[in-house]
């Protein structure tokens, strides 16, 4: 099948080879997928997905994680050399991801929450999007106590869409127990109970172990219940990285060498995170700020560009002011 747009690409191609090829990057994907909504700008249909490929096959070197960090370690990175990452594991990662990869022949780590695997449970992100932005169901006088604190909102004076992002940054920082008692709250108001949608799911430990066994896939940790680290004491950040290292060891018989820190920004984790991850023996961490890889670069502070949903020329025009 013919690429849509591929002349251009092929002919915007031509005039940035040359910028691209003078450090590799890290690309940071979510989702794969078409949704009706997406507040959290997370998915990239796979129509695109297919462009991007394109874009990168003409453009860069696709190659995994594992071999870009061990080129840096001896000094000999790889010029034009790019690496592909999917945050969180969502279902379409194996559906839509995965199939494209190998058409394209690009590796890939996938970095999964161990905590939600077989959960048949919305990250808590996806719930509130639902449980608020849903037409009805909800007072137009609403409290939500979150951390001893009541809230309140009135929904006669706020639209649903700046009510979801009012609450998202109150939960943020949260440990999941507080995140899923306010989601209790929102579900009590609304008469429902725990539900995933279809759109929503993700992988398995089933679906893990089959990804897994494809050489062009690696699994990586996302912590076990995606917190944001830098807020949380240093036992539970302790718990959350090693745990999940635990857990997918024993799942997959081999070890966890990649971690990516959840949400991933500059100030979402801090320095004790960083030590942790080294102390729990993973070889590599991915953050989620921009930036090419050098040969100084902290190999447990791997900046990664995130992608956003666009065609093909969009995504080779992207990639060029990187560079400029």
Wanted: glycine share 6%; proline share 6%; charged share 25%.
């Amino acid at each position: 099948m013919r690429i849509p747009g591929a002349r251009t690409i092929r002919r915007v191609a031509g005039r940035v080879r040359q910028r691209f090829e003078r450090a590799p990057i890290i690309l940071l994907y979510h989702r794969i997928a078409h949704l009706d909504y997406d507040p959290w700008s997370i998915a990239v249909t796979p129509e695109h997905f297919a462009e991007h490929l394109e874009v990168l096959r003409r453009l860069f070197a696709p190659m995994s994680l594992a071999e870009l960090v061990e080129q840096q370690r001896e000094r000999n990175l790889p010029r034009g050399g790019v690496v592909l990452t999917f945050d969180d594991g969502y279902l379409d990662n194996l559906e839509c991801a995965k199939p494209l990869l190998e058409r394209f022949e690009c590796p890939a780590t996938f970095f999964v929450t161990s905590g939600a695997l077989d959960r048949m449970r919305e990250y808590w992100w996806d719930e509130l999007e639902h449980l608020v932005v849903e037409p009805g169901g909800l007072p137009s006088a609403l409290e939500l106590r979150i951390d001893e604190t009541v809230h309140r909102w009135n929904l006669h004076e706020t639209t649903r869409e700046s009510l979801l992002q009012s609450v998202y940054w109150l939960l943020r920082p949260l440990q999941d127990h507080a995140q899923q008692n306010a989601l209790e709250q929102l579900r009590a108001f609304r008469g429902v109970e725990p539900a995933c949608r279809p759109t929503h799911r993700t992988i398995t430990r089933e679906d893990v172990a089959g990804l897994a066994g494809d050489p062009l896939i690696e699994i990586g940790s996302h912590t076990v219940t995606h917190p944001l680290l830098s807020s949380q004491p240093d036992l539970l950040q302790r718990q959350e990285i090693e745990g999940s290292k635990r857990s997918l060891e024993e799942l997959l018989g081999k070890p966890t060498l990649s971690f990516a820190y959840p949400n991933g920004g500059a100030a979402d984790f801090n320095a004790t995170s960083v030590s942790l991850v080294r102390e729990a023996g993973y070889g590599r961490a991915c953050a989620a700020y921009g930036g090419v890889i050098r040969s100084s670069t902290d190999q447990f502070r791997l900046p990664r560009f995130d992608v956003p949903d666009c065609d093909g020329e969009g995504f080779a025009r992207r990639l060029k002011r990187l560079f400029d």
